[in-house]
């Protein structure tokens, strides 16, 4: 049975008791428990099934590396599946689910699976799923996918949320242990800028549960001291429940902080992502315990011999009543003694170095406690929890010596450095053959741009496993001067390394062996890979899954390519670990996100019209970032009526068109006009003063890029409008070419699309309704069509431009954005007798489909070129260059079959559908049909009554009045190429 | 003639920093040679201000000049005095190649004040406060937009952003400043 023990606990509270359930049952704990402590104190000790066999599985470690304990945790929207028990703190009413069983945990049907184990070697999947092909996508996949996965996802959105933070630093320090308090007591001394980040909600690491003493203290009372003197400087920064999840290049460095995972329901953010710019990072992170490899090792109630004194000496929970240690090394004894410090049993100590001399292992002799050299686990007895081990020879082949009844195991096969953080930016390691470990050599360290290492490890990290090292290595690290702190602890003679237990297990044994205890990767499995010629460990990673859980191998790695080393007959530095990548640990999907959700998720862009539309029951249409109003449907109407409705008010009467997010990019200098004929097709240099012309944007490549018109405001000042789409990528456009290109030529640029409300007035009235407004010669002689006034509209400032896209009388007015709804109310209010009333975008695209008129994004898609579209007239056939000139002048290019603009009518007058194809006879050579045209723009024109279309047809220009057929589905629908103005071709409309 | 509205009409939010939309301002962009004599000179004419240096910002009364770009100032002014010092400096830079355009109407002005202002836009700018002097702008991004910011007096720091994204920007400000998410470590 595990426990609560009656006294002691250095992190709980024990006058705070928290209830909470797990699979339902009501458990009681204490406040500083983890899930872990508190589940185990409740005898909980099976806590989930594994993934693969869905063996019965335990709580093994004490901390980030668990791999067995993870657990669905919290109810409806703060549900999260995965969560690490080992690592999650308890809080109030804590509702944890077991994952991987059904329908229960005790009960599992999947269990089953432990069966055919010999069935689901490494590489079942591939193996099986192979053949027949078809089969994986109708067949395996689906089914696979179904017993796929751990946890169950949540199935409401999160109630909680997150945010990110930045911060800078000359020291990050990657560790609230012993090593990191004094390497940030070091470099905080010496005047540098500290920040130490620790991933757990207590400082000073294990080095109080070790015993370790610091300058004659207890290391408690050596570790408050130091955090009180880190407080009171300035320059230091501390962070409890930040884990520093990866280190990147130029020393950014990403950490996630648990702001009120134990807080639930408190109005927090629940985590904070922090991105962070550190000179030096030294990475403080200890060293994780690993694992033996013997049968029976993953069964409930054999865990980690650290973890086992965690449990007692942090939260006074007793793993055991009767615990066999098991070890390769002195560190394990000191579990021995905390256990029997706590009342426990011990029944013995089976050490798999032929002697154990040192002055640990004679503590515990003294204590009384039976220490059996050169031996080792056979098997473990025990279903859902441990009830014996056979103990035999380590040298041997497993024979059974004796039979020791226990209900706990604790198991020690070395320490690995946690060299993530050193690793993750291309440190690379060295091995330690004498300590069985890969530790990071600082010959090899991350350099940052000035070539220089700028991560290095401290403590157990760099390999120091002894407390006396581990801080004089620390305090180097920080740039100490003067004497380091000097800790004292037992020393430890040499560990023995081993791999599997006992060395000559034979196969039915070594198939009980785990490695990974996530994904059920067994040494059996890893021997398999190694005799099917896998010889790389990245290859067997993927081959076996080994590490590739959500542990990502913090345990199993050095375990499973020690196993693949002695399996290929190679040292264990030939065969190398696998990559070390971020994130150390998982971190949530919602603090990645951050703030950006709900209406912050992405930035909505609002002209000064917006409120208005938004009022007047505008349904909208998203153009890149902004909102533009798809039409304003009035009660009763659907939207294609209020459509009709807009395009035959702004054809009889007056439109109002919000326009304000076209592109208005001024372009002023003595080359302005140059630059302009190089940017446009067309001449804009010749544009007189004070009048506007139509002009296309091609790219290097020849392809249509963008439309609008110019005008030219003063001798070296001209207005580019771009598209609602194209106004920063065109001002970048030219920056770029300006910047990089014609870097000597004198112009500037400046975007002021957002320092003008632009508003198009359209239609017949268009003309009465500035005049009514007042302040502006606007008659027909005064201002012509393509003609630009500056002046006063209704008292506002205003830029009037004689343009339309729409074949009426039409005006563009710009005022100041914050007069802008001014302005516009301004319009309806004197338009009301008018028939002023707004139209939206889509009445807008049939108004300009009626003329024939082109949308960039309709009729264009990054393969079409002026010439294609009929636009000849707006490309200047003298100018000795422009962008894209070359590109149009290439066989393909020019070649007469190409696709080119034509107007489309069907002939039964329906509407043509969006994007269809007009098939020709014959296929390609992949076997398609050949394919002759597409439709680009369709509409039904409420001003002819009838499906309006243009689209792009092999050599469409020369083939008027010929019919072709469109596919749409099952329907061929025939139409006429005609000429693409439907409407007024003679332009009389907006002449007048 | 109408009064000219800001974006959001100066709201305001209270967090563990004050979140406030700052009405109108007159906003200049001066594009030119910032090494020529007559650009100090057509400045300090128009505005009073001095030629900032990289990165600074100079003062004169109400009237800011702010680094943007080698190339580039950003002039910060009353409103109302927007058109006429645009005019003043056309004439003062007549005959050089230099480029003035009121942006008073394109932009969004918010001040963040209080002992924890720093902590709100931490969260939102990668910018390190810490190493922020004051008379300093910087050009930098809030979440997913543009923006620049300075210390404009002490304990507040003043931010543009464009006038399209105010609404976006006031909310990701009042959702930073949002009591209890201090950064600062318990």
Redesign the interface.
């Known amino acids: 049975m595990s426990t609560r023990l009656a006294t002691g606990g250095r992190l709980i509270d024990r006058t705070k008791p928290l209830g909470f359930t797990f699979d339902g049952r009501a458990l009681r704990g204490y406040a500083g428990d983890t899930l872990a402590a508190a589940l185990l104190a409740n005898d909980q000790m099976m806590i989930a099934r594994s993934f693969k066999y869905h063996r019965p599985r335990g709580i093994l470690a004490a901390g980030v590396e668990e791999p067995n304990a993870l657990v669905g945790l919290g109810q409806g929207p703060r549900h999260e599946p995965d969560q690490r028990a080992t690592t999650t703190e308890l809080f109030a009413d804590a509702a944890m689910v077991s994952q991987n069983a059904w329908p229960s945990l005790t009960l599992d049907v999947g269990a089953l699976n432990t069966l055919f184990a010999r069935f689901l070697p490494a590489g079942f999947y591939y193996k099986t799923f192979m053949f027949p092909r078809f089969a994986w996508k109708h067949l395996y996949e689906p089914v696979v996918r179904l017993s796929a996965g751990i946890g169950k996802a949540p199935a409401e959105p999160d109630a909680d949320?997150y945010?990110?933070?930045?911060?800078?630093t000359d020291v990050l320090i990657a560790g609230g242990g012993i090593a990191g308090l004094t390497a940030a007591l070091a470099a905080a001394q010496g005047g540098q800028?500290v920040l130490v980040l620790e991933q757990t909600a207590h400082w000073g690491g294990r080095a109080p549960v070790d015993g370790v003493a610091i300058d004659g203290k207890p290391a408690d009372a050596w570790v408050a001291e130091a955090l009180a003197t880190l407080r009171a400087m300035p320059n230091v920064?501390?962070?409890?429940r930040t884990m520093v999840a990866g280190v990147y290049d130029h020393g950014f460095v990403i950490a996630q902080e648990s702001?009120a995972d134990h807080l639930p329901g408190?109005?927090?953010?629940r985590h904070?992502l922090w991105?962070i710019?550190a000179r030096r990072i030294i990475a403080a992170t200890g060293a994780i315990e690993r694992p033996l490899a013997f049968a029976g090792n993953d069964i409930p109630g054999v865990m980690l011999a650290s973890a086992a004194r965690d449990y007692v000496v942090n939260f006074a929970v007793s793993p055991g009543d009767r615990t066999v240690i098991v070890t390769n090394n002195d560190d394990a004894y000191r579990t021995a003694l905390a256990l029997l410090d706590a009342g426990l049993v011990v029944p013995a100590i089976l050490d798999a170095r032929a002697t154990a001399s040192g002055e640990l292992p004679n503590m515990a002799r003294a204590r009384g406690i039976r220490v059996l050299e050169g031996r080792g686990i056979a098997k473990v007895k025990g279903g859902k929890r441990v009830r014996a081990v056979q103990v035999c020879a380590q040298a041997g082949e497993g024979a059974e010596l004796e039979t020791i009844a226990c209900d706990c195991v604790a198991m020690s096969g070395g320490f690995s450095p946690v060299v993530h953080l050193f690793s993750q930016p291309g440190g690379k390691l060295a091995w330690d053959a004498a300590n069985g470990m890969f530790t990071p050599d600082p010959a090899r360290a991350p350099t940052g741009a000035d070539g220089q290492p700028f991560v290095a490890c401290a403590g157990a990290a760099s390999g120091a496993l002894q407390a006396h090292d581990c801080l004089e290595g620390a305090h180097a690290a920080g740039g100490g001067t003067g004497p380091a702190p000097q800790a004292s602890a037992p020393p430890e003679a040499p560990m023995q390394p081993v791999w599997m237990m006992p060395q000559g297990a034979p196969p039915a044994l070594r198939a009980k062996m785990w490695l990974d205890f996530q994904n059920d990767v067994k040494v059996s499995d890893v021997q398999l890979a190694a005799r099917e010629g896998y010889v790389s460990v990245e290859h067997t990673k993927r081959y076996t899954t080994l590490g590739m859980a959500s542990d990502q191998g913090k345990m199993s790695n050095i375990n499973g390519l020690a196993i693949l080393s002695d399996a290929l007959g190679q040292p264990i530095p030939a065969t190398g670990t696998t990559t070390f990548r971020p994130p150390y640990a998982p971190i949530s999907f919602g603090a990645i996100a951050?703030?950006?959700r709900g209406?912050?998720f992405?930035?909505?862009?609002?002209?000064?019209m917006h409120g208005w539309h938004e009022a007047n029951g505008a349904h909208w249409e998203p153009v890149g970032?902004?909102r533009r109003p798809y039409c304003y449907p009035r009660a009763g109407e659907t939207q294609t009526q209020a459509v009709m409705r807009e395009v035959t008010n702004t054809r009889q009467h007056l439109g109002l068109l919000d326009a304000s997010t076209l592109g208005k990019i001024?372009v002023?200098?003595?080359d302005a006009g140059r630059f302009l004929d190089m940017l446009y097709t067309g001449v804009m240099s010749t544009l007189p003063v004070g009048k506007c012309r139509y002009g296309l944007m091609c790219s290097e490549n020849g392809f249509l890029m963008d439309d609008g018109v110019v005008v030219r405001l003063a001798d070296d000042t001209w207005l580019c409008h771009t598209t609602t789409g194209g106004a920063d990528r065109i001002h970048a456009h030219m920056e770029d070419w300006l910047q990089c290109e014609w870097w000597d030529w004198?112009v500037?640029?400046?975007n002021?699309?957002?320092?003008?409300a632009q508003i198009a007035i359209v239609g017949p009235n268009a003309r009465e309704l500035l005049q009514r407004l007042g302040g502006l010669d606007v008659s027909r002689e005064a201002l012509p069509f393509m003609a630009f006034a500056e002046g006063?509209l209704?008292?506002?400032?205003a830029r009037v431009f004689r343009i339309s896209f729409s074949g009426e009388l039409s005006y563009e007015v710009a005022v100041?954005?914050?007069?802008g709804?001014?302005?516009w109310n301004?319009c309806l209010a004197a338009g009301a007798d008018l028939g002023a009333m707004p139209y939206g975008t889509e009445a807008l695209h049939v108004l300009r489909a009626e003329k024939g008129f082109i949308m960039i994004g309709d009729e264009t898609d990054g393969t079409v070129i002026p010439q294609d579209l009929g636009l000849g007239w707006a490309i200047s056939k003298k100018k000795p260059d422009y962008l894209g000139k070359r590109a149009q002048e290439r066989a393909h290019m020019t070649n007469p079959d190409r696709w080119k603009l034509v107007g489309l009518e069907t002939l039964d007058g329906s509407v043509l559908p969006d994007g269809v194809l007009a098939p020709a006879p014959g296929v390609n050579a992949n076997g398609q049909r050949l394919t002759q045209g597409r439709v680009t723009s369709t509409y039904f024109s409420p001003t002819l009554g009838r499906g309006i279309a243009m689209g792009l047809v092999a050599r469409g220009p020369e083939r008027m009045g010929e019919e072709i057929d469109f596919v749409a589905g099952d329907k061929t629908i025939r139409a006429r190429i005609r000429d693409q103005v439907f409407y007024d071709k003679d332009g009389e409309k907006q002449n007048v | 003639m109408s009064e000219p509205t800001s974006a959001l009409g100066g709201s305001s939010a209270e967090g563990f920093a004050r979140v406030t939309e700052a009405g109108l301002h007159g906003m200049i962009t001066l594009r030119g040679d910032l090494a020529a004599p007559a650009m100090a000179r057509a400045l300090k004419a128009a505005t009073g201000c001095a030629l900032p240096g990289q990165r600074a910002i100079s003062a004169h009364g109400a009237n800011l000049a702010a680094w943007m770009a080698p190339d580039e100032l950003l002039l910060l002014l009353p409103y109302p005095e927007a058109a006429a010092i645009c005019a003043k400096l056309e004439t003062a830079l007549a005959g050089e190649h230099a480029l003035v355009a009121n942006v008073s109407d394109a932009r969004a002005l918010f001040r963040i004040t209080g002992a924890k202002a720093d902590q709100v836009l931490a969260k939102l700018c990668p910018v390190d406060f810490a190493a922020l002097p004051a008379a300093e702008i910087r050009r930098t991004r809030a979440a997913q937009v543009a923006a620049a910011l300075w210390r404009s007096a002490p304990d507040e720091i003043s931010l543009i952003c464009f006038r399209s994204v105010a609404r976006y920007m006031f909310d990701l400000l009042a959702t930073s400043a949002r009591p209890g998410s201090e950064l600062a470590p318990a």
């Open positions: 949320r945010e990110q933070a930045y911060d800078f800028r920064t501390l962070r409890r702001v408190a109005d927090l953010p904070r991105r710019r951050g703030e950006a209406e912050i992405q930035p909505l862009r609002r002209t000064p970032l902004w001024v002023k200098g003595p004198q500037y640029t400046a002021l699309t957002e320092q003008f006063t209704a008292g506002i400032p100041p954005a914050s007069h709804l001014a302005f301004a």
